[in-house]
């Protein structure tokens, strides 16, 4: 029986809030299977499993925040003297309706396989059968157990069988087009109710079942709750965006931005450097290519910079890794974190992981997904935690050049400014030609000017070659 | 295509880019990156978006003709 507990998801990280459950009680995850949605203060991120096993309950409820640490949920691990699924296989006995692995799963779960029908090959047991028929004693069982324990806070007799229970809570929210996770809750440990998302509803769009519901002006956050357009049955990708980054989510980040870079201010002595990069072989190439491709795999300028940048890092190691505990850790891999705007303010910094190996239509591809995913508040643990140096590219927003603040425990920002065509003198002549302001905010308690400069100049030589990155 | 049918295509694939921006933000006057805050990811998509539900293909040569909501709009109408 190991404890999932609540991961740290950054360095600033001090709790998270279960917002949905991926598994449910009797599921078989594996290591590196997705358990749950947590939302931090800065976004939500589907966190993995440590643990190959099964889980056994929920220890905590959606909607409650609990510190770095607490345990979240219990998984039973597959029992060391029981052989693992896996190996028993080999030993099936020909014409078994019910395989060895199978069974174990079911008594891990307790199943009884005998009463469940099987619709593998010939009646075979297999192992979804198992789980289906755990899931359905999960699910009566939680419903069963809930009722008592919530039932003194119930406001609604409605809500009796699962007070906190935010399926349903979702589910209403989704209906009505109220973001759930801008409301603000007033059932235990603060979990949204049915009550709170329709007291979020406007007036003329809140359904008649509860009249007793609180007032609308009690939604919460200095923004109305989306209206209903935004629930439209084929905006479930933009309802997921509004939750994230509206309301009172969008105060909550910038309050866990501004605390950051604060300590980063203070602890870390930062230098700046400067220096305009040469685009016209890099902005030439890349038309050249974009004129041969549809718009689905065209390139934009960004990816070169970023991947010229993730080379750059790994030939200057001083830019890429972490200071901690009063030393300077360097990374031997690239995880290059993008500042990624968000559209109700407030910013996200997560990795394309080796960025440095990516060829750079991958780096393209990832790059698109992690924005989308960031902007849908989708970031997985792993992006958000462990970015080893930082790019802003602020050009796209139309200024010339961005000093960034060092990510702790970072030790550089990269920052690209607007692509745009100057004057520029070169062997005697003057031309016009694609430039961009590059600089790099980066930690004097791990390099100085020198390794500065030649990292900013490295990123310059790499672009010169676009076909090479 | 003619040019309402035009302003609708722009309108959905703007409201499915960036769900945020309302109709009401859908000025003709109104610049992509500036106004609307489309960054170059959220343009990329919006043209793959207008590729896919109008089959007009705006090349990249072509960008700065489509920096508006209206230039995006008489693109769209003419090339459709």
Known sequence: MTEFRMPSLGADMEHGKVVEWLVKPGDYVHKGDLVAAVDTDKTVMDIESFEEGVVAEFLVEVGDTVDVGTPIARITATPAEVPPPEAPARHREPGAKVPPPVRHLAHTLGVDVGRISGSGPGGEVVRADVERAAAAHATEAAGEAAAPAEGPEAPAPAEATRVRSSPLARRLAAELGVDLRGVSGTGPGGAVTEDDVLSAVPPKETRTETPAAAAPSEAPGPEPAPAPKEAAPEEAAARRKQPTAAGGKADSLRQAVGALMSRSKKEIPHYYLSTTLDLAAAMAWMQGVNRERPVSSRLVPSALLLKATALAAKEVPEMNGFFAKGAFQPSSAVHLGVAVALRHGGLVAPALHDADTLALDQLMDQLRDLVDRARAGRLQRAEMADPTITVTNQGDLGVESVFGVIYPPQVAMVGFGKVLEQPWAHNGMLGIRHASIATLSADHRVSDGLRGGRFLARIDELLQAPDKL | ?80
């Not at chain 2, 945020?20 to 170059?40: I, K, N, T, Y």
């Open chain 2, 1 to 80: 295509m003619n040019e309402q049918d035009a302003r609708q295509a722009v309108a959905a694939a703007i409201g499915k880019v960036a769900p945020d921006v309302g109709p009401e933000d859908l000025d003709g006057g109104a610049r992509l990156r500036q106004d609307l805050e489309l960054d170059s990811l959220d343009f990329l998509r919006l043209v793959e978006v207008i590729a896919e539900t109008t089959g007009v293909d705006i090349p990249e040569a072509d960008y700065p003709a489509v920096a508006t909501v209206d230039g995006l709009v008489s693109y769209v109408a003419g090339h459709g």
